[in-house]
């Protein structure tokens, strides 16, 4: 068995559901601390988080990645037992096996192979790991390490981020950024009553509709070249006691924007609550920023991993800002040029989440050649 491969299996077995880090990161802190890495564990209520390092110069590149997964759903509907590796068909599969443990060992092994092979490297490398990615808050992973980076005054030049990036094929597209999430809970309140005495009522739903209804059709902005157009989804709308005969007294409605940087979340806040003001609408409105939009442009990293995945998987990667948010948003506001990259996500958070076993084990490799090329290209 390969060493990315039993590495892999080892992380899959433990059952690592947010935030509970069930022992992947001290299994990951023995191996770097073995290769001479400086150890630290930051544990914040029930969130665990590593920082690794190697080197004290500048510059630092940190590789970031989350041991947590989310749940597996009912096992029955797996193939094969969730937390127990299984291989099929050139596939791994397991809970994490794409998001992210792949990545986390890959990480890892990447990291051991280059001190070994550059034990006086220039800068400084390092692996940054919580165990609060796939929560509802991430109120003690990554962003309460960086408000204590801040804090101790821990610079970040670099980060590469092991996020499952890719669409088809391992490096066929990198993250080069993310849109900002805001999202929103909308409360209308009515006046509850009976259906029949319609005089007597104010009915939430019927008075939210049209404001809801506007709030879906705005064009928000047009995009830029980095960016499509900000979108808003309702994900979530309440109303009513149950009963056919009672007008409800109240509706809640949770919404999202995913934004671009042609908008702000202050712009969305005052125009949103200005459409809801013109529909004379009864309202309160809590929002929720979970972060600002972020875009790595051309340069150093970006050059260094476009060489490095050119070498390892033999094509040019598309650079996108497309998808969810991640860990990332925490880290770029420190100044950090950051990218992420990693396996193929079509099975991510699915029943079956498997990788590739081919891929599997470039992983690694593209990972020591984004160190190599990244720090090559700045002592040179």
């Not at 914040?44 to 920082?51: E, K, Q, S, T």
């Not at 050139?90 to 990545?103: C, H, Q």
Request: charged share 20%; net charge negative; with cysteine.
């Amino acid at each position: 068995m390969s060493a990315i491969l039993e590495l892999t299996s080892e992380l899959i077995r433990r059952a690592s559901v947010t935030p509970d880090d069930a022992g992947c990161q001290t299994l990951v802190a023995e191996r770097l601390a073995r290769a001479g890495f400086v150890i630290e564990h930051l544990r914040y209520g029930a969130v665990d988080n590593l920082w690794a390092t190697h080197g004290t110069a500048k510059p630092v590149l940190a590789f970031l990645g989350h041991t947590d997964v989310v749940p597996s759903g009912p096992e029955a509907d797996w193939s094969s037992p969730p937390f127990t590796p299984t291989i099929h068909d050139g596939r791994l599969y397991g809970r994490g096996a794409a998001d992210m443990k792949s990545g986390v060992a890959a990480m890892t092994l990447a990291l051991e192979a280059y001190v070994a092979a550059h034990p006086d490297h220039p800068g400084t490398v390092a692996l940054l790991l919580t165990s609060d990615e796939e929560g509802p808050t991430n109120r003690d992973g990554v962003k309460r390490v960086v408000e204590e980076f801040r804090r101790r005054g821990q610079a970040i030049d670099f980060c590469v981020v092991g996020e499952p990036s890719s669409a088809e094929r391992l490096g066929d597209i990198v993250r080069v950024g993310r849109r900002g999430s805001l999202s929103g809970t909308l409360t209308v309140r009515g006046i509850q009553g009976h259906v029949a005495y319609p005089d007597k009522v104010r009915n939430p739903i019927h008075l939210a509709a049209p404001a809801v209804a506007e709030l879906a059709a705005t064009r928000w902005d047009e995009g830029n070249a980095e960016f499509p157009p900000t979108s808003f989804q309702i994900s979530n709308v309440h109303s009513g006691t149950g009963a056919l005969n009672v007008v409800p007294g109240a509706l809640e409605a949770k919404f999202n924007f995913r934004y671009c940087t042609a908008s702000t979340a202050a712009s969305l806040r005052e125009r949103t609550e200005a459409i809801l003001r013109r529909h004379g609408l009864d309202f309160k409105l809590d929002w929720d920023l979970s972060g600002e939009p972020f875009l790595t442009r051309s340069g150093t990293l970006r050059d260094a991993v476009t060489a490095a995945i050119k070498d390892t998987c033999g094509i040019v990667p598309t650079a996108d800002t497309g998808g969810g948010t991640s860990d990332a948003r925490f880290i770029a506001p420190l100044g950090v040029e950051v990218i992420e990259v990693g396996p193929v996500n079509a099975s991510i958070h699915k029943i079956d989440e498997h990788v590739s076993l081919a891929e599997l084990e470039l992983l690694p490799q593209l990972y020591r050649r984004i160190v190599e090329r990244l720090l090559a290209s700045l002592s040179s």
